[in-house]
């Protein structure tokens, strides 16, 4: 078994004009493991996750990936990699059917190059994607306009794209954010099938306690810096991640 990481940040940072965004941010990602990326508003968590998929070249430091160093590589050339990920803020083809969203990443480079060319019935694979995510086959809602379905569905319709791409690491930004308790608790078997398929995941999440019950490892940002990383138990319980979340009183 390769016991090299799948992902490592080295020494990473960011600056955005006079603003340091990202500190000299460091981790080791192993293959197959579930990474928890917490923090207060503002920590950096998104500018760390759009600096790994491109979105973001950084100030300093590298990221390597399988073994390459990535940094400042373009987004789609980095989902040609196997890197995928699904965005906070959800922006769907709101004029077309939920199925036909799928479109772009069923038929990407990556895709494309997996399936050697054979496509098949696209239309057909969407559907199937769709229904493992929770989409009720038999109440059509797949082949309802983007526009009219609500919030728990268009983020079940987000982790169906990144899916589609058939990536080895998957980034979800806040998932679970605007979900209700039951709608999270249908995601998280999801999430866990896919890690039994080897996905190794990353997720940023202000849902601590769903995130904590199927986290492996957590990293706690603020303020851009790495301030604890450990279990979860073991990071709750460190005075800088109290003092971050709750003040200086804490």
């Known amino acids: 078994m390769n016991a090299s990481p799948l992902l490592s940040i080295n020494s990473l940072s960011k600056n955005f004009g006079g603003v340091r965004a990202i500190q000299d941010l460091s981790f080791n990602l192993a293959r197959g493991e579930l990474l928890g990326l917490i923090g207060p508003n503002g920590s950096g968590k998104t500018t760390a996750v ?8 950084p100030t300093e430091g590298e990221i390597i990936y399988r073994g390459k160093n990535i940094s400042g590589m373009p987004p789609h050339k980095i989902i040609q990699m196997g890197i995928a990920r699904t ?11 939920a199925y036909k969203n799928m479109i772009r990443p069923l038929y990407s480079p990556r895709v494309k190059k997996l399936v050697g060319g054979k496509y ?15 989409f009720e086959r038999d109440a059509f809602v797949a082949y309802k306009s983007a526009s009219v379905l609500p919030q728990g569905y268009l983020k079940r319709l987000e982790l169906a794209k990144a899916i589609a791409l058939q990536p080895d ?11 209700s308790l039951a709608e999270v608790a249908s995601i998280v078997p999801i999430i866990e099938k896919l890690r039994l398929e080897g ?25 851009g810096e790495k301030i604890a990383e450990g279990a979860a138990d073991e990071v709750m319980d460190s005075d800088a991640v109290k003092k971050a979340y709750l003040g200086a009183e804490a």
Do not use: C, W
Not at 50 to 57: A, C
Not at 87 to 97: A, D
């Open 87 to 97: 965005f906070q803020m959800v922006k769907p083809f709101y004029q077309l059917p």
């Open 120 to 134: 098949g019935d696209r239309d057909a694979v969407a559907l199937d994607l769709l229904e493992e995510v929770g």
């Open 199 to 223: 996905k190794t995941i990353i997720m940023i999440e202000h849902r601590l306690k769903e995130l904590f019950r199927i986290a492996d490892r957590i990293i706690v940002l603020n303020y």
């Open 169 to 179: 690491l998957m980034i979800l930004d806040e998932l679970f954010s605007g979900l």
């Open 50 to 57: 759009n600096l790994i998929t491109g979105f973001v070249k």
